[in-house]
């Protein structure tokens, strides 16, 4: 079975400093792997995904991420907070012999200006 | 294309009492599902389906039951409502059913609350 981890219910930066959200995933087989962000009152929508090819994968809004296969972790990062980052993060995997994607429990980003 | 659409937006039930959330979408897309998101808990599989004539369980499926009659529409029934099924639920699809690399397209939520 998959499960992702996602360290952190809360995370608060300044604008302008680095953004770090940290998830790990368990998979017995290759996991594909995405970010979604959630605004207040409104659906999810994808950040970012790795599926298969160059591991650092890059997405909207300046975010990228890095699947470490060794480290199991596919963190989630911005050089530099924008007032408008605050929102939820959602880690999520899934893998090719199933037909269910498994979200972490996600990361709330305050941005302090 | 309107995307995900759900309705409504917002639900109060008693109690032992039934009602249908509604999901379109407009995308031609296989894969169909229903999440419920629960402070603390993130987001969790109710029921999916990879295409029409075509359901099976997630993760938390008890109390709920869904349909598959056309590839646009995916309701998801809730039978008979308990205070522990209050929640928002997400309806996601996606392209294929497949490997599951495609992006999940998100509907805005129904906020259900159970007295």
């Known amino acids: 079975a998959q499960s992702v981890t996602q360290l952190g219910s809360h995370v608060s930066v300044s604008e302008g400093a680095l953004v770090l959200l940290r998830c790990n995933y368990s998979s017995s087989v290759p996991p594909y792997l995405f970010w979604y962000v959630q605004y207040p009152n409104q659906g999810l929508q994808l950040l970012l995904k790795y599926t298969t090819g160059a591991t650092l994968v890059k997405g909207i809004n300046g975010f990228e991420a890095e699947f470490k296969k060794s480290e199991t972790s596919f963190h989630l990062t911005k050089p530099s907070a924008h007032m408008s980052d605050a929102a939820e993060y959602f880690c999520a995997v899934s893998v090719n012999t199933g037909n269910q994607f498994y979200f972490g429990t996600g990361t709330s980003l305050t941005v302090i200006p | 294309n309107a995307g995900v659409t759900q309705t409504p937006k917002f639900q109060v039930l008693k109690t032992g009492q039934s009602m249908t959330l509604q999901c379109a979408q407009d995308?031609?897309?296989?894969?169909m599902s229903w999440y419920r998101q629960d402070p603390g808990m993130g987001l969790r599989l109710i029921h999916y389906s990879v295409g029409a004539g075509i359901t099976d369980q997630g993760e938390v499926p008890n109390g709920y039951n869904v349909s598959r009659s056309t590839t646009e529409d995916f309701p998801l029934r809730l039978l008979s409502a308990a205070p522990s099924q209050t929640s928002v639920y997400f309806c996601a699809s996606s392209r294929t059913s497949g490997a599951l690399t495609d992006t999940q397209y998100f509907g805005p939520g129904t906020r259900l609350t159970v007295l």
């Open positions: 995308m031609n897309h296989e894969y």
